[in-house]
Nanobody, 126 residues
Framework: QVQLVQSGGGLVEPGGSLRLSCTIS????????SAWFRQSLGKEREFVAA????????YYADSVKGRFTISRDNAKNTVFLQMNSLKPEDAAVYYC???????????????????WGPGTQVTVSS
């Protein structure tokens, strides 16, 4: 089994920044894809950002491109989401995801990911 533990999140004013972390443990692999999704009340879970299994390529939703950065520390099995210039519409519960076999064309699909973190709330409000 694989466990994902999230940290970060909280309340920030519009224009502010937050950094989310997701530490992965258990039966992990050196080659894995990781991603962040978010879900607002009453809405579907939506793709935010991902790193492909090779670790060489990153992908972003258009709504966050240029403001959010996904990265990972392989030595610590931790994935980060740096969120800058936050907007009220970025408020949601953010989930990290992990998968050892997912293909690039499926990265944006929540149903294709095997493991999920518990979620962390991000609130953007003045």
């Amino acid at each position: 089994q694989v466990q994902l533990v999230q940290s970060g999140g909280g309340l920030v004013e519009p224009g502010g920044s937050l950094r989310l972390s997701c530490t992965i443990s258990g039966r992990t692999s050196n080659t894995y894809a990781s991603a962040w999704f978010r879900q607002s009340l009453g809405k579907e879970r939506e793709f935010v950002a991902a790193i492909a299994r090779t670790g060489c390529y990153t992908y972003y939703a258009d709504s966050v491109k240029g403001r959010f950065t996904i990265s990972r520390d392989n030595a610590k099995n931790t994935v980060f989401l740096q969120m800058n210039s936050l907007k009220p519409e970025d408020a949601a519960v953010y989930y990290c995801a992990y998968d050892q076999r997912i293909i690039t064309s499926s990265l944006r699909l929540p149903s294709e990911w095997d493991y999920w973190g518990p979620g962390t709330q991000v609130t953007v409000s003045s």
